[in-house]
C-alpha cells in the first residue's frame, strides 16, 4: 500500500535528534516557555524573515490571536475564500466579525484577487489570504487594495510553510505599478538590484565580461534599479539603451504594454536576447549593441529587422521577470501578520498539535504573546481577557530539528508534483496548474505542495479504484464551508467555482518520503484508469 501520508517514515528521519531532544527535556523538567520555544521562535522568525515569531497550541489559536490582537470584533468583516478548511473562517467568527466569502480562481484554487474589491465595505478591516494547499497568493492587486482602504492582510499559512513569493515587481523592465503596493518597492527596488547584482546568471557574466572588454566607448551598469520603477539586466544611460536577457514568455500581456509606453515616452531602446544567443553567437550579439549605440535614441522603426539579420534568434522582451531567490518573500511574511499551523501532517510537522503567530509589528506581537498566556505580561498581572494557547517544549524542540531540512523536503515535493504533472495523461483527471504555467516569472518555489490536488468528475469512483489498486489518497476537502451545519444561515448561498472544487478534488500521495518507484506507480494506477 501506498500510503497518503507515512508520518511514521517522514519522522522517523530525525528520530536519533528527537529523542536526545526530548531526554534533555524530561531530564530538566521545564515544559513551557522554555529554552527550546524560545529557540525555534528565533529560527523560524529569521527563516520566514520576520521580527517575531510567537508560537501558540494551534493554527486556528494563531489566526484568533492575530483577530483578537487587533481588536476586531462585532460589527467588523474580514474578506475569506469561500475556498478554505473551516478553520480560516472559525477564526472571524470567533472574535465575531463576519466572514464575507469570495470565490477562488480555478487555475490556482487561491482567492481571486480581481473579485475581493466588490466585496469591500466600510465595515472591512482585513484581507485574510489563504495559502491554500501549499501554493502562495497572488499578492500584487491584494496590497493594493490594503493600501487604497486601510486593510490589514492576515496571511493563513498553515500549509505553505517554505513558499517564496516574488513580485512581479521589481523584475526585468517591469511596469512602475508595484511602487504603490503595501509595503513594498521603493527602497526595495535598490535593494533588490543589489542583490541580483551578487547573483548574475552564467549568460549575464559572460555578457558582461564581454562588454567591458570590448571597450565601447560608453558607461554601462549591470542589474540597474530605473527610476525605482523597474530593474534593468543591463542599461547604458546616456544611450538610453537597455538591453534584456534571457526575456520571460511574458508576450503583448498588459504588463508589457504598460511598460513599453513607458519605455518609449523616457526614449528608451531595447535589446532583446536569449541565452542561447549570448552561448552560441556572442560575437553577433556585440555587433548589434554596437550598431544600437551607433542610433541617437530614440529608435527607428526597422530596430526589430536589424536584430532578425543579426542574430539567428529573437527574443521577447522581459515584461514581467523575477527570480524567486533573489526578489520574493516567505509566506508569514506578506501581509501584517501571518498564523501557521504545526499539525503533524503539515511540511513542518511537530507530534501533536502546535501554531505560531509571525510578524513585524512590535506592538501586534507583544500584545498576542500576552493574549496567548492568559493575558498576561508578567506572572500574575493580566492586561487582556486573553486565552491559554502556548507551544509546549517537546513540540518546539521536535520543530526546531525538523525545520533545517524543510526546503530540501519541499524540493522533493516539488519534483513529485512535477513529475505527476508531466506524467499523468489520464484525459478524465485534471491536474494542477503549476506557479511557472500561469505566471512563468513567479518561480516554482512559490508553491510548496502541502497537497497535490486533481479533479476528477467521478472522483468517488477514482477514489474506490486506488484504493483497490494499493494507493491511499484523501478530499481537501469534501463540502465547502458554505454548506456546513455550522453556518446554516449561508445554505442558500452559491459559490459555484469553491463546490465545483469541493465536489471533484482528490488528493494523491506527495510527501518526502516517497519514493521514484511509488511515485511511477502511482502514475501507472491512475493513466490506467477508464
Not at 51 to 70: E, P
Not at 343 to 365: F, Q, R
Not at 464 to 483: M, V
Not at 486 to 507: D, M
Amino acid at each position: 500500500m501506498i500510503k497518503f501520508l507515512d508520518l511514521e517514515k517522514v519522522n522517523n528521519r530525525f528520530r536519533a535528534e528527537i529523542d536526545e531532544r526530548i531526554k534533555s527535556i524530561l531530564d530538566k523538567g521545564w515544559y513551557l516557555q522554555g529554552k527550546w520555544d524560545k529557540t525555534f521562535e528565533e529560527h523560524f522568525a529569521k527563516y520566514c524573515g520576520v521580527k517575531h515569531c510567537i508560537g501558540c497550541a494551534n493554527g486556528l489559536d494563531a489566526l484568533n490571536l492575530i483577530i483578537k490582537g487587533y481588536g476586531f470584533g462585532t460589527g467588523d468583516e474580514i474578506i475569506v475564500p469561500a475556498n478554505t478548511y473551516i478553520a480560516s473562517i472559525l477564526a472571524i467568527s470567533e472574535n465575531g466579525c463576519t466572514p464575507v466569502l469570495v470565490e477562488p480562481d480555478i487555475n490556482t484554487y487561491n482567492i481571486n484577487p480581481k473579485l475581493i474589491e466588490e466585496k469591500i465595505t466600510s465595515r472591512t478591516r482585513a484581507i485574510m489570504v489563504v495559502h491554500l494547499y501549499g501554493q502562495a497568493v497572488k499578492m500584487e492587486k491584494i496590497w493594493e487594495l490594503a493600501k487604497k482602504y486601510n486593510l490589514k492582510i492576515i496571511e493563513d499559512s498553515a500549509q505553505a510553510h517554505g513558499a517564496v513569493y516574488t513580485p512581479l515587481c521589481p523584475s526585468g523592465t517591469s511596469p512602475a505599478r508595484g511602487a504603490d503596493a503595501h509595503r513594498y518597492y521603493a527602497t526595495y527596488v535598490k535593494e533588490f538590484a543589489r542583490k541580483m547584482r551578487s547573483e548574475m546568471t552564467l549568460q549575464e557574466v559572460k555578457l558582461w565580461q564581454q562588454i567591458r572588454n570590448e571597450q565601447l566607448g560608453v558607461k554601462f551598469r549591470r542589474q540597474v534599479a530605473i527610476d525605482n520603477k523597474y530593474i534593468a539586466d543591463f542599461a547604458c544611460l546616456e544611450k538610453r539603451l537597455i538591453i534584456e536577457v534571457d526575456g520571460s514568455q511574458h508576450v503583448n500581456n498588459e504588463a508589457d504594454k504598460i511598460r513599453t509606453e513607458y519605455l518609449e515616452k523616457e526614449n528608451f531602446r531595447i535589446i532583446r536576447l536569449w541565452n542561447n544567443d549570448i552561448d552560441k553567437n556572442i560575437s553577433g550579439c556585440i555587433e548589434y549593441i554596437k550598431q544600437e549605440l551607433s542610433i541617437c535614441p530614440p529608435c527607428g522603426e526597422n530596430g526589430a529587422e536589424r536584430h532578425k539579420e543579426l542574430l539567428t534568434q529573437s527574443a521577447p522582451l522581459a515584461g514581467e521577470v523575477a527570480r524567486s531567490a533573489k526578489g520574493g518573500n516567505r509566506v508569514g511574511n506578506l501581509g501584517d501578520a501571518s498564523g501557521f499551523s504545526f499539525y503533524p501532517g503539515k511540511n513542518l510537522g511537530c507530534m501533536g498539535d502546535g501554531g505560531c503567530v509571525t510578524t513585524n509589528d512590535d506592538e501586534l506581537a507583544a500584545k498576542i504573546r500576552a493574549l496567548a498566556n492568559y493575558g498576561s505580561d508578567r506572572k500574575y498581572h493580566h492586561i487582556y481577557k486573553g486565552i491559554n494557547s502556548r507551544l509546549d517544549e517537546i513540540q518546539a524542540a521536535i520543530l526546531d530539528a525538523k525545520l533545517p531540512y524543510l526546503d530540501k523536503d519541499n524540493a522533493r515535493r516539488r519534483e513529485i508534483a512535477d513529475y505527476y504533472c508531466e506524467n499523468i495523461k489520464n484525459p478524465k483527471i485534471i491536474t494542477p496548474l503549476r506557479p511557472t504555467d500561469t505566471s512563468p516569472a513567479r518561480g516554482a518555489d512559490a508553491h510548496v505542495w502541502h497537497i497535490f490536488p486533481i479533479r476528477c468528475e467521478e472522483r468517488d469512483r477514482l477514489q474506490k479504484y486506488l484504493e483497490e489498486n494499493g494507493i491511499q489518497t484523501n478530499i481537501h476537502y469534501p463540502t465547502p464551508p458554505h454548506k456546513q451545519g455550522a453556518y446554516k444561515e449561508w445554505e442558500n448561498q452559491s459559490y459555484p467555482i469553491s463546490e465545483e472544487i469541493h465536489r471533484t478534488e482528490l488528493s494523491l500521495p506527495i510527501s518526502p518520503v516517497l519514493t521514484d518507484e511509488e511515485v511511477e506507480m502511482v502514475v501507472k494506477v491512475v493513466n490506467e484508469w477508464v
